[in-house]
């Protein structure tokens, strides 16, 4: 049976510490469909609070608030991403976008005669 390998990349940013990711990255794009912290985090089947910490400490180690929140009450509260979380979010994906380029051309010339490229 013939295999189809392909490169899979993941890209986290790191200060001190890991600070975004593609875990971050998919929280905030729930955020921007859903409205809603809470209904991003239960689409991931993830906890509200799990995906509260998730965002505060992502936003502690950047050092700008990823999320606008407004409190519930007579019109509900929800969440949008800052103006700084939209930058974040927009570079994220053209710098993984150009990685996954790189890599897709690159793979097939590193690996022509270990995985599968001789016949």
């Known amino acids: 049976m013939?295999?189809?390998?392909?490169?899979?990349?993941?890209?986290r940013i790191f200060g001190e510490s890991k600070c975004?990711?593609?875990?971050?990255?998919?929280?905030?794009?729930?955020v921007r469909s859903e409205k809603s912290l809470r209904a991003a985090a239960a689409s991931m089947a993830m906890a509200y609070s799990k995906a509260w910490t998730v965002i505060?400490?992502?936003?502690?180690a950047l050092g700008f608030k990823l999320?606008?929140?407004?409190t519930g009450g007579k019109h509900g509260g929800g969440a949008t991403l800052s103006p700084e979380a939209e930058k974040l979010l927009a570079a994220y994906e053209g710098y993984c976008a150009v990685l996954r380029r790189y890599?897709?051309?690159?793979?097939p010339k590193a690996?022509?005669?270990?995985?599968?490229?001789?016949e």
Do not use: W
């Open 111 to 118: 690996f022509e005669n270990i995985l599968g490229g001789s």
């Open 103 to 107: 890599a897709e051309a690159e793979f």
């Open 56 to 60: 505060k400490t992502s936003e502690a």
């Open 2 to 11: 013939e295999q189809n390998f392909r490169p899979v990349l993941s890209v």
């Open 20 to 30: 975004f990711g593609p875990g971050v990255a998919e929280l905030l794009r729930r």
């Open 67 to 70: 999320l606008l929140s407004t």
